[in-house]
């Protein structure tokens, strides 16, 4: 399974964006999609994921209330959609998956798609 990133782009503070992952091959329904996110000298950290399956989503603390995370089973695709964007919230964002279920811990991901850029401007 090769998952593909995309959707970045640069958005002005309070803006949005929809970012996409699209596996390559089947996702199965105890696997946990996640997305976390490397900022320029910090280390990656989870932002959202959702067990495919269930659909039960999990956010990091940073992100309740502004992200929201969804799955299409027909594209194999997992969508978080970022509002009430800020300059915090800017990094390079990766997708992967956790065959353990859910976790947010990144040691238990594999498969990272190759990321994708989100630049938040004050």
């Known amino acids: 399974v090769q998952l593909q990133a995309s959707g970045g782009g640069l958005v002005q503070t309070g803006g949005s964006l929809r970012l996409s992952c699209a596996s390559s091959?089947?996702?199965?329904?105890?696997?946990?999609m996640g997305w976390f996110r490397q900022a320029p000298g910090r280390e990656r950290a989870f932002v959202a994921g959702?067990?495919?399956?269930?659909?039960?989503?999990y956010y990091g603390d940073s992100v309740k209330g502004r992200f929201t995370i969804s799955r299409d089973g027909a594209k194999n695709t997992v969508y978080p959609q970022m509002n009430s964007l800020q300059p915090d919230d800017t990094a390079v964002y990766y997708c992967?998956?956790?065959?353990?279920?859910?976790?947010?811990?990144?040691?238990?991901?594999?498969?990272w798609g190759q990321g994708t850029q989100v630049t938040v401007s004050s």
């Open positions: 992967a998956v956790s065959k353990r279920g859910l976790s947010t811990v990144e040691s238990d991901y594999s498969n």
């Open positions: 091959g089947r996702i199965y329904s105890s696997h946990f």
């Open positions: 959702i067990r495919w399956g269930v659909g039960t989503t």
